[in-house]
């Protein structure tokens, strides 16, 4: 059985449904995650399902897949990143189940699971660490091998401490 897809779900009850829910998201409806992009118009499709099959423990497992885009670091345009990933997560775990399932937690609030909220955890967990285009050659300046120059650097730091103590000191 497919249901609808919605914000907040009471796992105790979807627990014994066995229902399975896909649908979209939208960017803004993920402010954390759109604050990392560069335009926030991209559909987020997920589906999922509550299960106490795999641990014998209340988890949401499901898949993830979008389109985002990113700025690159190396010529500061937008660059296109593809994510498409599964995810398993106990709800509600001790630690000791999470150590013994190797499995991270989610936390309800009151039984109801805010899935939108695990979606955006997801996918930040899932960006790239340093978002950069493939071709290395997409900044004009920038070379593979481009070392720094060997004189930048090479100023003394404690000269600078030395002009910050003889400054008279401000206000009074
Ligand atoms: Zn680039």
Redesign the pocket.
Same mark, same amino acid.
């Given at each position: 059985m497919q249901g609808k897809l919605q914000q907040r779900y009471r796992v105790a009850r979807e627990l014994g449904q066995n229902s399975e829910f896909a649908g979209e998201f939208s960017l803004p409806q993920l402010p954390r995650l759109s604050t990392l992009v560069v335009k926030d118009d991209a559909e987020i499709r997920v589906r999922f399902e509550f299960t106490e099959n795999r641990y014998q423990h209340p988890s949401i497992r499901g898949h993830i897949e979008t389109r985002l885009q990113l700025e @690159?670091q190396? @010529?500061l345009?937008p &660059?296109s990143q593809s994510l498409d990933f599964d995810f398993d997560l106990l709800i509600d775990a001790s630690d000791d189940d999470v150590q013994s399932f190797q499995t991270d937690t989610v936390w309800t609030d009151d039984g109801y699971l805010d899935v939108l909220e695990v979606v955006e955890d997801e996918l930040i967990l899932a960006l790239p660490l340093i978002s &950069? %285009?493939e071709d290395v050659s @997409? %900044?004009q300046h920038w070379q593979p091998d481009s070392l720094p120059e060997p004189d930048e650097g090479r100023n003394n730091p404690f000269a600078v401490l030395a002009t910050l103590k003889g400054k008279p000191t401000e206000g009074g």
């Open positions: @690159c190396r @010529c345009k &660059m &950069m %285009h @997409c %900044h």
